[in-house]
């Protein structure tokens, strides 16, 4: 992890966020910012650090280099219309590609050339060196934030920022850096040169902060634990029992530990005077496919919709067209989350429920209770099956798991007693927990005129539970540091 968590809970967060009030102008705090932010990387990233700087750096000059040469837009003199600068277009989509380039040659390179390497080992027996380079944590997400930045640019959604300072702390900022949420300039651009925090907002933030760490030490943790020891047994210990108690922890602790760091950079922004959208809403609620993925991480579906499926032609060239847009998208999502094939199977996986659903629209079409139950248990099957993949260390894992999930009704004592030895009285305890919380149930709570005051006292206890799990505990691996 990059900080620890006491440290940065105790120590890094009081600290930066008190320099942040005390300190006069905004020059100054977003100084600090940009200095702790680094400091923040550095301190779990001593060398790539300089990575994430030279990448910032290569996307500003790009960026730079397409504003000045892109048409000067019209503008009103006096009454009279300005004749517009012609620009070199072409000469800033020949540097756009190279920025796109350069930017997917770091992903290559630092989390793709060791997987590369061994395919093309496998498939033509030759015996290339496997480069071992570690994988510099949180560079999907920094490398596609900033070139989400610069297509912007060339796009003339926002400006090129001539100070590099504030596009360093936007791709920087400690809350999102290594986890997401995707975050585009243009959203933040206007908080960057001026922004104020009120009380009221800073407290949102606090409790919204505190929700992110429980969902995240309190909920995935205890389904984190018994996840991982359920895969590490041995295929021969598992049953349906394991496999389905297996499956159901992962599904939940995948969903808590995401959407809890999620959260938790929302409240942090808020504390700051920033405002990051959502990026979950309920995806375990879905009926369709379709809406699981509008649901689901959704500023990393928007950000393949925006940059990718649309420049492909969206749904603008017919349905063939569209399911193959879709499916490049989703090949494409699968490839991000890392070098595995389990890692491409599940894009895939995802990419053939939404290409049914384009053909049998009856699957996603709306119905009586009856079938939005039998919907809800279909999305629920096809993301608890593909989640196992994404799991699973190997693609025979993942098929031996999903067998046992269906076929598995054996019951010797080995199997069951691995089973029932995750079922604690903590264990069932979360498990409710978890699934009321994947439940809009607190959107419906806040209806109630006596929750505001209420949750405040929630978090706080929620804040002293989280710390004293912290300072017991060694498990706190969050599963998106390694895209």
Not at 136 to 163: E, L
Not at 166 to 181: C, H, W
Not at 251 to 276: T, V
Not at 376 to 405: C, K, N, P, S
Request: contains cysteine; hydrophobic residues 50%.
């Amino acid at each position: 992890m990059v900080f620890s968590s006491m440290i940065f809970l105790c120590v890094f967060l009081p600290v930066v966020f008190v320099l942040h009030q005390i300190l006069p102008g905004i020059r100054a705090k977003n100084a600090m910012l940009l200095i702790t932010s680094l400091l923040f990387y550095a301190y779990g990233e001593p060398v790539y650090v300089l990575l994430m700087m030279g990448s910032a750096f290569f996307n500003y000059l790009t960026a730079l280099m397409i504003g000045r040469r892109l048409p000067a837009a019209k503008q009103e003199d006096g009454g009279k219309e300005n004749t517009p600068t012609p620009g070199n277009p072409a000469a800033a989509k020949g540097i756009l590609a190279l920025c796109v380039a350069g930017n997917l040659l770091l992903l290559i390179i630092f989390k793709y050339a060791g997987f590369l390497v061994e395919s093309v080992n496998v498939l033509t027996g030759a015996a290339f060196p496997v480069p071992a380079i570690r994988l510099p944590i949180g560079i999907s997400f920094f490398t596609f934030q900033a070139m989400s930045y610069v297509v912007d640019v060339y796009r003339r959604v926002t400006k090129a920022q001539k100070n590099f300072g504030r596009v360093l702390l936007y791709i920087s900022f400690f809350p999102q850096l290594i986890a997401g949420p995707i975050v585009k300039y243009h959203d933040i651009a206007e908080e960057i040169e001026e922004r104020h925090a009120a009380p009221e907002e800073i407290a949102l933030g606090i409790r919204r902060f505190i929700a992110g760490l429980s969902k995240k030490v309190l909920i995935s943790n205890t389904m984190g634990l018994a996840a991982d020891t359920l895969f590490a047994a041995d295929m021969g210990s598992v049953n349906a029992a394991v496999a389905w108690i297996g499956a159901v922890s992962y599904m939940l602790q995948i969903y808590f530990d995401f959407s809890g760091y999620s959260d938790m950079a929302i409240g942090l922004g808020k504390m700051f005077g920033f405002h990051f959208k959502e990026n979950f809403q309920y995806p375990y609620i879905s009926s369709s496919i379709r809406e699981f993925w509008r649901r689901w991480h959704i500023s990393l579906s928007g950000w393949f919709q925006e940059y990718l499926y649309i420049p492909l032609g969206g749904n603008r060239k017919g349905k063939t067209r569209t399911v193959i847009n879709k499916f490049i998208v989703f090949l494409c999502t699968g490839i991000w989350h890392g070098a595995n094939v389990t890692f491409l199977f599940w894009g895939i996986f995802h990419g053939f429920f939404l290409m049914l659903e384009e053909f049998v629209p009856v699957i996603r079409s709306k119905g009586g209770p009856v079938k939005r139950v039998l919907q809800h248990i279909y999305v629920l099957l096809v993301v608890l099956i593909g989640f196992v993949f994404f799991r699973a260390d190997t693609m025979t894992q993942g098929a031996l798991w999903v067998r046992e999930m269906f076929t598995g009704f054996r019951f010797d004592s080995q199997a069951m007693a691995l089973a029932l030895g995750q079922l604690t009285p903590v264990y069932l305890i979360t498990l409710a927990a978890a699934l009321i919380a994947s439940c809009p149930v607190v959107e419906k709570l806040k209806k109630w005129t006596a929750f505001g005051p209420f949750s405040y006292g929630v978090s706080l206890a929620g804040l002293l539970l989280c710390i004293l799990s912290l300072a017991g505990g060694t498990y706190n691996p969050f599963i998106y540091f390694r895209f």
